[in-house]
């Protein structure tokens, strides 16, 4: 894999890992449009999210909570191969569907308690072309880091990044199709 970032954590990316369309992955998920609050009001998040994994684990992230209605066979097929290559288990995934340009991701880090100290992420994009930007949290005189993550990639999150870096799907109204985005995660209940 291409080592993307290897300065307080590490971002690894490979083009092409796994070839499927997106209908092919949506199929059988069970999509969910939480609200999230901010300032004291109530928006609907601007993307549609699902949580697959082991029966019942349960993941929760600025207020939400979920509860896994288990793997459908392609995203148990994709975490059997992630598990091979990248020597490490996942008994979870949370799936964000960008249904255009306008859904988006704004910064944050993936570290809430249940994913451990230094987690392992594996991140899969199947559709259109998204920008993934990575800003690091205390030097704030390096510029974002940007990439293009095509479809069928994987980019992997590791080490100690999520304390360094925050990262984000930037809007763009130039984008008219939509983004699927697979993270795979351990969650320790
Ligand atoms: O869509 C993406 O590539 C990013 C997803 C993400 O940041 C997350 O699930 O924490």
Known sequence: MKILLDHDGLVLYQE???NATLEEITKDITWRNDTITMFGKTYP???????????????SYSKIKMISPGWTPKLFEIKNRLEIDLKTKFNSVLVNYYRNGL?????????????GTNPIIASLSFGEKRKFLLKH???????PLQFELSSQ?????????????????????????????????????
Do not use: C
């Open 137 to 143: 949290r205390f030097e704030k005189s390096l510029a």
């Open 153 to 189: 990639s994987l980019l992997v999150m590791k080490g100690e990044l999520q304390h360094f870096w925050v990262h984000k799907i930037a809007k763009s109204t130039k984008i008219k199709d939509p983004r699927l985005n697979l993270t795979f995660r351990f969650i320790h209940n």
């Open 45 to 59: 998040q601007p993307r549609l999210t699902a949580w697959h994994g082991d029966l019942d684990l349960a993941y």
């Open 103 to 115: 859904d988006h991701m704004s910064y944050h880090s993936d570290n809430e308690k249940e994913l």
């Open 16 to 18: 092409s890992y796994f």
